[in-house]
């Protein structure tokens, strides 16, 4: 008859229950290992792209994710005139691409790619409404033309390459010519463009397109910068 060794079989078990522990723990460490990997590779944010150096629907596919967002103003502004520097010197492949591209964005990348336009626009007008109200009283009427003299700027330099040989003093006079034919322009341009003709009219998709993307905070200093933006140049509106 075979008697148990009771001594020897907890002996057995805290050692088996020791060993389980030790495989739960390795495991776990594991799935998490497993899971930050996962995290790195498939939901961590993306970089942009080299403009240069990658196929151009690529390229194009980052203005349709909102990691483009998380860039800051100025770069996101850098890589548009990257991108509009390469458009202009590409090739007939590279154009077909390009169609090809726009021509296959439809549903969530449509939408995604609006909303970027939208962020960006709303991001350019809260960091003109900071600074604004930063300026003291007596320099916000020249912070007003700087600013809109230097969006223009930028404006030409992603429409044509380069920036026009007009002083700052022109570009605010072309900007106040606009009484006539600005409104017109604007009625006829969905999204309008960051030249001189287009500067005013840029701002003037605030409240179609644009507001619903900030917060109640930002809504009120954009509407207070751009009423003062209107009363300088009312002419243009």
């Not at 009427?141 to 809109?148: A, E, L, N, R």
Request: some cysteine.
């Amino acid at each position: 008859m075979a008697f148990i060794d009771f001594h020897e079989l907890k002996y057995t078990l805290q050692n088996r229950s020791k060993e389980l522990f030790r495989a739960a723990v390795i495991l776990a460490m594991l799935l998490i290992v497993s899971c930050g990997v996962w995290w790195w590779v498939s939901v961590r944010w993306r970089p942009p792209p080299s403009i240069f150096d990658t196929p151009v629907d690529d390229v194009l596919g980052y203005l349709a994710m909102d990691d483009f967002n998380e860039l800051p103003l100025e770069e996101r502004m850098n890589f548009l005139l990257e991108l509009s520097n390469r458009f202009r010197g590409m090739e007939s492949s590279d154009s077909a691409a390009m169609a090809g591209f726009f021509a296959g964005v439809t549903g969530p990348a449509r939408k995604q790619m609006t909303q970027n336009v939208r962020i960006l626009a709303r991001d350019i007008l809260v960091q003109g409404a900071s600074g604004y109200f930063d300026a003291a009283p007596s320099d916000q009427g020249k912070y007003i033309d700087d600013w809109v003299v230097n969006w223009t700027k930028m404006g030409e330099k992603i429409t044509t390459g380069k920036e026009s040989d007009d002083t700052d003093k022109e570009r605010i006079d072309k900007i106040k010519s606009q009484s006539d034919r600005g409104e017109e322009r604007m009625k006829e341009r969905e999204v309008p463009s960051l030249n001189e003709d287009g500067a005013l009219g840029f701002m003037s998709i605030w409240q179609k397109e644009v507001e619903v993307t900030a917060s109640p905070k930002q809504q009120g200093q954009i509407s207070r910068f751009l009423q003062d933006v209107r009363k300088r140049y009312s002419n243009a509106f």
